[in-house]
């Protein structure tokens, strides 16, 4: 049973440019949630993708968007990239009633 | 205000020699805490949920508790394969109808064990 899937594992990108992330949940699972994992911190919720639709966001900018398709897969945007934003992007997907399970992450690096 | 502090930030051990790592916690109404291991570049890997105060699991030489402040995760006899950081997080007061609950992490320990 494949786990969660994220691709691409490592990015280059340039300041200003934007960026598109990908995840496959889970077999069985239905939500997905993305984190945002700086060097040496806990993983910081961004926003979680329930039916399609955006239900929880954290304390992020607009320059954060997603989606959810039908298949329960998803995507991260992040726009106008800044410095700052270099990071793990973490996925995790979920059922409601079960825990989450972690995708290996995408390395993001802005120069 | 962090809701989830852990401790220490770091820890060396020997292998064999035993000790435990702290979460504590200031969400009122705790609605379940979670464990996870994170080894370098890869993503969290889930190993205990704890609901009530005095719940304990065990999984190998790990062993997490859980009081009505903070929780304990023990390591007994590590071996060098036990070195990773340990995340613990917990769900915020406001309890969520639809989707799951989002996850509220601390910092974590990185736990480094030597042979």
């Known amino acids: 049973d494949a786990g969660v899937t994220q691709s691409p594992t490592h990015l280059i990108k340039t300041r200003g440019q934007q960026v598109t992330l990908r995840c496959s949940p889970k077999?069985?699972?239905?939500?997905v949630s993305w984190y945002q994992q700086a060097l040496g911190q806990g993983p910081q919720f961004i926003f979680q993708?329930?039916?399609?639709?955006?239900?929880q966001r954290g304390n992020f900018p607009d320059r954060f968007s997603g989606h959810q398709f039908p298949n329960y897969s998803s995507e991260l945007n992040v726009n106008a990239l800044l410095l700052g934003d270099s990071a793990l992007y973490l996925c995790?997907?979920?059922?409601?009633?079960?825990?989450?399970?972690f995708g290996s992450g995408t390395r993001l690096t802005v120069v | 205000e962090d809701q989830v502090t852990q401790s220490p930030e770091a820890l060396r051990l020997q292998e064999g020699e035993s000790s435990s790592l702290n979460c504590s916690y200031t969400?009122?109404?705790?609605?379940?805490l979670f464990w996870y291991r994170q080894d370098p570049g890869k993503g969290p890997e889930f190993l205990f949920t704890?609901?009530?105060a005095g719940e304990e699991k065990e999984k190998e030489r790990l062993k997490a508790t859980l009081t009505k402040k903070e929780s304990f995760l023990h390591i007994t006899a590590p071996k060098p394969e036990d070195s990773a950081t340990y995340l613990c997080?917990?769900?915020?007061?406001?309890?969520?109808?639809?989707?799951?609950?989002?996850?509220?992490f601390g910092k974590g320990t990185k736990l480094t064990v030597n042979p």
């Open positions: 077999s069985g699972h239905d939500t």
């Open positions: 997080a917990v769900p915020p007061p406001v309890s969520y109808q639809g989707g799951s609950e989002k996850l509220v």
């Open positions: 704890l609901y009530s």
């Open positions: 969400v009122s109404g705790l609605r379940g």
């Open positions: 995790a997907s979920s059922w409601t009633g079960d825990g989450y399970t």
């Open positions: 993708y329930y039916e399609e639709e955006e239900r």
